[in-house]
């Protein structure tokens, strides 16, 4: 493989690291779902680049799934329910936004320390490309943990897809049936929590997740 | 002629499939549980024959001597749940809780749900297997929201959000098997393969077998509701309907489990990979203790027992830890002896829910004076549970408790203590549900007709056999498979 075939691999799956940076420090719903779509588009590039590289045509139909599900459908219809919810306020956070950077950079180099010298052996390229999955991964865990509000929570969710599927595009020759399951299971995943989202509509007034907490554990 | 044996495998996944799609658009429930019946004993019937005549691994199927048990356990507890179920359903129609339109619903995702964990169990491919548990997710999540209170939507919720992220993180150690696997088998499907990954294993790269088991035994670790990632279990149980109570406890853990068995086989097969053992004997013990403590503050009597598969599935996870032909077959034996006792209590439980029209502890008293035989069922259950003798799980108890003593006596004593402390709490518990004074009468309804509490009973008698005789055939294949463990 060129060096600048790599280089542009690596580029692409870091710019999808820096925008689960910027997922991260969002206080704006709106803002976080039109973030959001960008990672999708990053995401999708990044698939495009590898089905081109390892010639693997299809991984392109994972990329357009990306690009047309994730950065198109998913955010029109997440702005549509924010706005029928009446939940565009500040997005709650239950860590501030200093910490929580620092959080993230601390998992970013947790990833580098694991992820590298394990798979250093099956190939620069992969190696690379899992380091900045897992970090994706990560910081989807950490913007799930940090967030309040159900939608903020679910965008966290997708960002953490976002990195499993890097990571099955970077490993060479694996069979379609993961990518496809995988964006096949995020859309069934988006049905279940737009069902919940409207049910939740239905019978409260807000889906401030913290509201829901009232009932925690058992109480006489 | 048609060849029953070459259709067989296909059946198990094809009835729920194709009952599901039926259920889905039939409008009347009393035919929908019958016909949900009725499909349910098809698969498990077809399940039978899988016994008899194995059919060669295929390129995404595969029946091997470990899955078999389970797939055959499987379908027969999704049979008896689903007759408990037919019983059941109809009295939540006349309290109100259901309307026919979610029950319409409940009974094709019961079928989606059996389909997903045969999948599952049936999978020669671990992408595949990924997918299977995925949707076996999905729909109990949406079981767990059916009723649509507060309390239930808080459930699934919950159980949504961390099953998601404990899947992903299998999903990536899905990836990172497969790309251990890809120097020494080659790109393709073989590289996805259990049969092909289990015999090329000592081949493979050991580090990232090591990293790919971390995330494997904590994304199907939170599955299995190992502590600390079990926070969704006790909600799901119970929020939801019963039924799926019943099943998640009985079944849904239990693939969680095998799917964490196939890896930690993998690692087995590979001398340089590190010991799974004390990653999972920390984890088992570890649930086990948290639980059999969290036993006696529970007042919710589906919480309690939700705890109690907790307790369960961490001594199952503790005796894979360990390892060995002994505790290995002890693990083998307490996951299908735990898989029918606790499926027979929810039943009973379903049962003395609707009776008092209450799930509190607090309001179920004496129910061996006001209702006899749900109270005795249920008082057969706990103690089969808690590992009283004779029942099967004592068996399964001791025979882990046994050989932990055998190596490692400091680890069999923090086991012999949170067995001890969570069989206390069950007897507590028990005491009053069963033979306190029974409460004022207005408050109880009539009592089950004595033909929907036959699935209880088959289950109890079942697992009492098994306590004192095991088929001499059905012990040298336990103990076949308790080698193939490691």
Redesign the interface.
């Known amino acids: 493989m060129h060096s600048i075939q790599f280089d542009i691999a690596h580029l692409l799956a870091s710019a999808l690291v820096l925008a689960s940076f910027m997922l991260l420090y969002q206080d704006r719903m709106f803002g976080l779902i039109q973030v959001f779509a960008g990672h999708a588009v990053v995401l999708a590039l990044a698939v495009a680049w590898q089905a081109y590289v390892q010639d693997a045509p299809h991984l392109y139909v994972t990329a357009a799934i990306a690009l047309v599900f994730k950065a198109t459908i998913i955010p029109v219809a997440l702005f549509r329910i924010v706005r029928r919810l009446e939940i565009h306020r500040n997005v709650e956070k239950v860590v501030g936004v200093g910490s929580t950077m620092l959080i993230g950079i601390g998992l970013v180099a947790l990833s580098i320390a694991?992820?590298l010298?394990?798979?250093h052996?099956?190939g620069a390229y992969?190696s690379e490309d899992?380091v900045f999955?897992?970090a994706v991964?990560l910081l989807?865990?950490l913007m799930?943990t940090t967030r309040r509000n159900?939608v903020s929570?679910v965008i966290g969710?997708m960002s953490?897809?976002n990195g499993?599927i890097l990571?099955?595009a970077g490993?060479?020759?694996?069979?379609l049936?993961?990518e496809i399951?995988?964006a096949?299971?995020v859309l069934?995943?988006f049905i279940?929590?737009g069902?919940?989202l409207f049910?939740?509509r239905?019978?409260?007034d807000s889906v401030d997740?913290q509201a829901?907490?009232?009932?925690r554990?058992?109480?006489? | 002629m048609i060849d029953w044996a070459s259709i067989a495998e296909p059946m198990v996944l094809a009835v729920p499939a194709g009952s599901a799609a039926i259920l889905a658009t039939l409008p009347g429930y009393r035919l929908s549980s019958k016909l949900n019946v009725l499909a349910s004993l098809t698969t498990f019937l077809a399940a039978l024959t899988l016994i008899v005549h194995r059919p060669p691994a295929g390129t995404f199927l595969l029946v091997d001597d470990l899955n078999v048990f389970l797939i055959v356990l499987n379908t027969f507890v999704g049979f008896t749940a689903s007759a408990f179920s037919a019983g059941y359903i109809s009295h939540e129609l006349e309290s109100g809780k259901l309307t026919p339109t979610y029950l319409r619903f409940y009974h094709a995702m019961y079928q989606v749900l059996m389909f997903g964990m045969n999948l599952a169990l049936m999978a020669n491919n671990i992408g595949l297997m990924w997918v299977a548990i995925e949707l076996a997710t999905l729909t109990t999540v949406l079981m767990v929201g059916i009723y649509r209170t507060h309390e239930a939507i808080e459930a699934a919720w919950k159980y949504f959000i961390l099953g998601s992220v404990g899947i992903g993180l299998a999903l990536f150690g899905t990836i990172i098997v497969y790309l251990a696997a890809l120097p020494v088998i080659g790109e393709g499907l073989d590289a996805m393969a259990w049969n092909v990954l289990t015999t090329r294993a000592s081949a493979f790269d050991p580090a990232l077998l090591n990293l790919a088991f971390v995330f494997l035994l904590l994304g199907y670790g939170t599955k299995v509701g190992l502590a600390p990632l079990h926070a969704w279990l006790p909600d799901a149980h119970a929020e939801g309907p019963t039924p799926i109570s019943a099943v998640l406890s009985g079944l849904l853990l239990n693939v969680a489990l095998y799917a964490v068995l196939r890896f930690k086989i993998l690692l087995a097969a590979n001398e340089a990979a590190l010991a799974p053992g004390p990653l999972m004997v920390t984890m088992g013990l570890a649930s086990l203790s948290f639980a059999a403590f969290m036993l006696y503050r529970r007042r919710d009597i589906k919480r309690f027992f939700a705890y109690s598969s907790i307790e369960h599935m961490g001594i199952a996870t503790f005796a894979f830890g360990m390892g060995g032909p002994l505790a290995n077959f002890a693990g083998l034996l307490h996951m299908a002896m735990h898989s029918l006792t606790k499926s027979s209590i929810f039943y009973s439980v379903g049962h003395i829910a609707q009776v008092k029209g209450t799930q509190k502890i607090s309001q179920i008293t004496g129910l061996t004076a006001t209702h006899p035989l749900l109270g005795w069922s249920l008082v057969a259950g706990v103690a089969a549970i808690a590992g009283v003798p004779p029942f099967g799980l004592f068996m399964s108890e001791f025979l882990v408790l046994s050989s932990t003593f055998a190596r490692q006596p400091l680890l069999a004593v923090p086991l012999a203590f949170g067995l001890l402390i969570a069989f206390g709490a069950l007897i507590w518990r028990l005491h009053k549900l069963a033979f306190g004074t029974p409460g004022p009468e207005e408050k109880s309804g009539p009592a089950p007709a004595g033909y929907k509490l036959v699935a209880i009973f088959a289950h109890l008698a079942l697992v009492f056999v098994a306590g004192f005789y095991l088929p001499t055939s059905l012990t040298a294949w336990f103990q076949h498979v308790a080698a193939l463990l490691g």
């Open positions: 694991v992820m010298p394990v798979t052996r099956s992969t899992l999955a897992l991964v989807g865990l799930m159900a929570q969710f953490l897809e499993l990571a099955a490993a060479k020759g694996m069979p049936v993961v399951s995988v096949f299971s069934i995943a279940v929590i069902v919940f049910r939740i239905e019978r409260f997740v829901l907490d009232r009932f554990g058992d109480r006489g």
